[in-house]
């Protein structure tokens, strides 16, 4: 080893002294001594020549030699113990020739460094350090006026000398021509080409976080912190979301026609449809859960929300719209198409394409790469500044489809229309605040034609009239205390001014005007029957419904470079302009958004109202809004308002559904990413907490397992650890669906149904308080026939720990055993059981995996030969499944063992969303158990514990007492 190492540091000494003249000396071993004095040209004190030197030993012979000379030859670096075979005493005689040779060398090697003239930094040899720099070798300026020229030349001469000639690089455009207006817009339209922005974007973009999630760009959360700021703003005074990423679909056809073919979809048992009486006049907005046409209870779609137009007098024709998260859309819209028989796509217009103008500066004087501003390459894109559609696809795609059977027609309105939800108890007072209903034209302006749409509306009296009505009754919402008061989905159209026009000059809060309006006695009778009936159908009439009126409102917006311009024009600084501009009008439509309508408990939390406008005018409305002190949320704070209401969030709920199942694939991959990124000593091992599947939930085999259980006419609790034995020998082995066909797991969403397991399970109002009285007596003959219909189905339902503790994602919801529940009748605020701690069966499978293929195959090599190499191989028997090939520490292998009684208590489901209530005060859960397990849990407690489950966390080993909430 020292020999290698020596000649490693004898060739690394080599290549640094390779330019270094051959005079320099080192210390040499003994026996390169006479080769180093020959090439040094410094006769060797060991082999001096002849005459010149003599032997050191002849010399002087009391020195004596060093006993143990340096055993490594060459040179080395370093201290050595004993001088490293350096030459202690320095000759006495040198030969003048050789001596002088050397030195010549010397000096001629650092004339030749000091005078070389080859490559590009010689110029700065020349210059003190001081004034090195690396920006002259760009810019020859910089340098003196007596080294300039020299540089010039040196520079036409390298550029001459190249090859291939260098093109010159095009200039990089100036900060003010790149912040142009018109060149921001074709820079943020590249960058949409796969997300989508909305409006708000760039408002988001400087305080969120902003995440990709379903072909858009999303604010996730503030930069800042505020859960408990916007928990308040939702249970006192307003929050703000920008909900424009929601799908709208268009339905123009007869009333007839249209409800039949919706009819397929929808099933009246899960509740109201879109035949609605109060839905279908207009008056309310309806939701309903879509399924594939004739495919109910199973084959779910997802929730959507839906609004008719109101009637017309005299005619049969409505208009329908459809709104529907991003994910349904791709598979709603061809659904629709299905039933409705709208098959033939309805081209749009292609748009007329401008002559291209003949350039003015001949091709010879264009030079390359000087460009300062952008041109689009192709001609037939649309302009800049027109949003056509989403944005980004193109305008030779359909979004219209028409039935000739029928006359239905399908359009879709992605991104043509502008949604805001306000949250909050005082939501009404800021959009009385904020927006202030339209004035109306002078005798001028309607005599005079104008392009615009609302002097052709001034003309028309009636439709006046109808406007003061509306305005009227927009009037009242300010004597309105809280949101909640005014009946779920009404509706209210209504065309207001342009809200720049009294945007404040900073944040003021938006309070309801109570006290004054209890002051007038003619209002309060109508502020009451608002109150109890809500808005009157023909008031919900708006112009937002006609596609001519949109694109006027928005092709004519007021630019606001031009509405600063009219402001710094008036005579009084900060004051209204007078007359309002005709472009400032703007129609409108107002939907309420219901709030907690499960519980007894803070009913109407978090109720709202949903601003619909047209496209073009977001950032218009957006911007005064955030002037009236709301709060802004994002998708985090979406997710925590559907917890706080007891209220499935889509899709992160619905798992029988296809977007739903999209999520839970997803959301599972990431925390498998995330779980795989930590080290394996800084994991937890889920595997001796007893937990199966901590990244999602398995709800078609635990369907499978409680449906298989009870099918076999299990009754009580003795038989159940075999029963479950039993499921999951035959899952491994295939057999599960030989004695009965498979059945796909679906959410029970039947009202009536819902109603009788509600009864059945006492749900009480939160925590820790009283039950409802009357619960309904359960019997094994009733059971029977529940079963018989929704054996496999999953229910939702929601949970309140009885103790201390938070609940998390994906928690194992278990059923008590009969010592459980006695444990809880002595201490009522006792903690629950504690699970044991589980064997680990892939440990050391898992450990030969992590060692290398080559380690493993060694290893069983090894046991094969301690065993009986005669012997013929055994099979291998082990309670547990066989492990894939792909083992990770902690987690494990697929196919999973029986879910149900894999752990001390039997789990009846698992838990999607868990945190600590802020409105309940106490930890709150939200998922789904199978109903045939939560029946069988229910049937053997006693009456006063009926309802009562058991919920653990995947990390954790203690059980906590929860009480199941099951309100419809």
């Not at 090439?39 to 012979?61: K, L, M």
């Not at 719209?321 to 292609?350: G, S």
Request: glycine share 8%; with cysteine.
């Amino acid at each position: 080893m020292e020999t290698k190492m020596s000649a490693a540091k004898v060739k690394m000494r080599q290549k640094k002294m390779r330019n270094q003249p051959a005079s320099v000396q080192y210390s040499v071993s003994p026996g390169d001594a006479e080769s180093s004095a020959r090439r040094t040209g410094v006769d060797s004190p060991v082999t001096g020549e002849a005459g010149d030197i003599e032997d050191p030993s002849s010399v002087h012979p009391n020195i004596e030699r060093p006993k143990n000379p340096h055993p490594r030859g060459g040179w080395v670096r370093g201290h050595q113990r004993d001088g490293g075979g350096y030459t202690k005493e320095m000759p006495k005689y040198i030969t003048a020739g050789a001596f002088a040779r050397a030195r010549a060398a010397e000096v001629s090697t650092m004339l030749k460094a000091v005078t070389k003239t080859t490559g590009s930094c010689h110029v700065f040899g020349a210059l003190p350090k001081h004034m090195r720099r690396r920006a002259m070798s760009h810019n020859t300026k910089r340098l003196p006026c007596r080294l300039r020229e020299l540089a010039n030349r040196l520079r036409e001469k390298s550029l001459q000398a190249s090859s291939k000639k260098k093109k010159e690089e095009a200039k990089g455009r100036s900060r003010k021509a790149r912040r142009q207006h018109g060149n921001l817009l074709l820079e943020f339209n590249r960058r949409q080409r796969k997300n989508i922005w909305l409006e708000t974007h760039i408002w988001h973009a400087k305080r969120f976080h902003m995440v990709k999630r379903w072909g858009y760009c999303l604010g996730l959360r503030p930069t800042y912190k505020c859960y408990r700021p916007s928990y308040r703003a939702m249970s006192s005074h307003c929050l703000l979301q920008d909900l424009s990423y929601y799908c709208c679909i268009e339905l123009l056809g007869e009333e007839v026609e249209l409800l039949a073919s919706l009819s397929q979809l929808t099933s009246k048992e899960a509740g109201p449809t879109f035949a609605a009486a109060l839905c279908l006049s207009g008056q309310r907005q309806g939701s309903v859960v879509v399924y594939r046409a004739g495919q109910y209870p199973t084959q779910p779609l997802g929730p959507v929300t839906f609004l008719w137009r109101p009637r017309a007098q005299g005619s049969t024709h409505r208009q329908l719209w459809i709104w529907a998260h991003p994910t349904i859309k791709q598979d709603l819209l061809p659904e629709l198409q299905t039933v409705c028989q709208c098959c033939e796509a309805v081209l749009p217009p292609i748009p007329p394409v401008p002559a291209p103008e003949p350039e003015k500066t001949p091709k010879a004087k264009q030079m390359t790469g000087t460009k300062q501003k952008r041109t689009c390459k192709n001609d037939s894109e649309p302009p800049a500044k027109k949003t056509l559609g989403d944005g980004t696809r193109s305008p030779n795609t359909p979004v219209t489809w028409k039935s000739l059977s029928n006359g239905i027609v399908i359009s879709d309105l992605t991104m043509e229309i502008v949604r805001y939800r306000l949250i909050g108890p005082q939501s009404h007072s800021v959009l009385v605040e904020t927006m202030e209903a339209a004035t109306c034209c002078n005798e001028i302006d309607k005599s005079q034609p104008a392009p615009l749409w609302w002097p052709e509306q001034c003309r028309d009296e009636r439709k006046m009239n109808l406007h003061q009505q509306q305005a009227d009754i927009f009037h009242l919402l300010k004597g309105i205390y809280s949101t909640g008061e005014l009946p779920s989905g009404t509706v209210l159209g209504l065309t207001v001014d342009d809200p720049r026009l009294t945007l404040p000059t900073k944040r003021v809060k938006a309070l309801p005007c109570v006290k004054q309006a209890q002051e007038v006695g003619g209002e309060e009778e109508k502020r009451r029957d608002l109150m109890l009936r809500g808005v009157p159908a023909p008031y919900c009439q708006s112009d937002l419904w006609e596609r001519s009126v949109r694109d006027n409102v928005t092709d004519n917006k007021l630019s606001q470079k031009e509405l600063n311009r009219m402001k710094s024009e008036l005579l009084v600084p900060g004051s209204r302009l007078s007359p309002t501009p005709l472009q400032g009008r703007v129609p409108l439509l107002l939907v309420h958004q219901p709030g907690k309508q499960v519980g007894h408990e803070m009913s109407c939390w978090g109720a709202g109202w949903d601003l619909l406008l047209p496209k073009g005018w977001g950032m218009a409305f957006w911007v005064p809004l955030v002037y009236r002190d709301v709060r802004i949320g994002g998708l985090t704070m979406s997710l925590k308002h559907s917890e706080n209401k007891g209220a499935a969030h889509f899709p992160h709920d619905y798992p029988d559904c296809p977007a739903g199942a999209r999520f839970q694939e997803e959301q599972e991959a990431q925390l498998l990413s995330k779980f795989k990124r930590y080290p394996p000593a800084k994991r937890p091992n889920y595997i001796k907490h007893g937990c199966l599947a901590p990244f999602c939930c398995p709800w078609q085999q635990l369907a499978e397992e409680w449906d298989l259980i009870l099918s076999e006419g299990e009754k009580g609790g003795g038989r159940q650890t075999q029963m479950t034995m039993q499921t999951d020998a035959e899952r491994q082995s295939g057999d599960i669906n030989a004695t009965k066909p498979l059945r796909r797991v679906t959410v029970l969403r039947n009202r009536k149904s819902l109603r009788v397991l509600s009864g059945w399970c006492r749900p009480t109002t939160s925590k820790g308080q009283r039950a409802r009285s009357g619960g309904s007596p359960l019997d094994l003959s009733a059971m029977t026939r529940f079963l018989s219909a929704h054996g496999t189905s999953l229910v939702w339902v929601r949970l309140s720990l009885l103790s201390k503790g938070k609940p998390e994602l994906h928690a194992m919801v278990c059923a008590p055993t009969a010592e459980d529940l006695k444990l809880l009748g002595k201490e009522p605020g006792a903690c629950g059981p504690v699970e044991p701690p589980h064997r680990e069966p892939f440990k050391r499978l898992t450990r030969r995996q992590q060692k290398g293929p080559r380690t493993a195959a060694a290893s069983e090599k090894t046991q094969a030969k301690e065993s009986d190499p005669s012997a013929e191989p055994k099979p291998r028997k082990s309670k547990g499944p066989l492990p894939s090939p792909d083992l990770t520490f902690g987690l494990w292998a697929d196919p999973l063992p029986s879910v149900t009684s894999h752990c001390s208590r039997v789990t009846l489901g698992w838990v999607t969303h868990g945190d600590f209530s802020l409105s309940a005060g106490c930890g709150e859960a939200l998922g789904f158990v199978s109903v045939a397990g939560l029946l069988h849990t229910v049937l053997n407690q006693p009456m006063e514990r009926r309802g009562t489950l058991l919920l653990r966390n995947p990390t954790a080993m203690h059980y906590r007492f929860a009480k199941v909430n099951l309100e419809v």
